[in-house]
Nanobody
Framework: VQLQASGGGLVQAGGSLRLSCAASGRTLSSYVMGWFRQAPGKEREFVGAIRWNSATTFYADSVKGRFTISRDNAKNTVYLQMNSLKPEDTAVYYC???????????????WGQGTLVTVSS
C-alpha cells in the first residue's frame, strides 16, 4: 500500500491542525493505520492508530485527549486531528500501515513520506 501524508505546517501553541494520509494500491479493510512522529535528535515515537474495520483507536498517553484519529472509507484516507498543540509536538509526522496492532515502528511495513508540524510558543 502506498501512503501520502499531508497537512503539516506552522501553528501557534494552543492551535489545531489536521493531517491527512491518503492510501492507494489496496483497500485498507484489514489494516491498522498508525501515526508516528520524530523530533530532531529523537527516535520515532508512536502517536496513535486506528483499526480500519472497527474504527477502534488507541493513543500514546502524551496525546490522549488532544489528538483524534479517524478514517474515511470512501476516500481511503486516515486523519489525525491535533488540538491544543504544544511546542513539544513539533516533529515530522508519518502515517504507516500494518496488518497487526502495534505501537512500535517495526510492526508497520508501509510508510508515508512525512509531513512537518512546527508549533511555536
Amino acid at each position: 500500500v502506498q501512503l501520502q501524508a499531508s497537512g503539516g505546517g506552522l501553528v501557534q501553541a494552543g492551535g489545531s491542525l489536521r493531517l491527512s494520509c491518503a492510501a492507494s494500491g489496496r483497500t485498507l479493510s484489514s489494516y491498522v493505520m498508525g501515526w508516528f512522529r520524530q523530533a530532531p535528535g529523537k527516535e520515532r515515537e508512536f502517536v496513535g492508530a486506528i483499526r480500519w474495520n472497527s474504527a477502534t483507536t488507541f493513543y500514546a498517553d502524551s496525546v490522549k485527549g488532544r489528538f483524534t484519529i479517524s478514517r474515511d472509507n470512501a476516500k481511503n484516507t486516515v486523519y489525525l486531528q491535533m488540538n491544543s498543540l504544544k511546542p513539544e509536538d513539533t516533529a515530522v509526522y508519518y502515517c504507516a500501515a500494518s496488518k497487526f496492532n502495534g505501537v512500535v515502528p517495526e510492526v508497520y511495513d508501509s510508510w508515508g513520506q512525512g509531513t512537518l508540524v512546527t508549533v511555536s510558543s
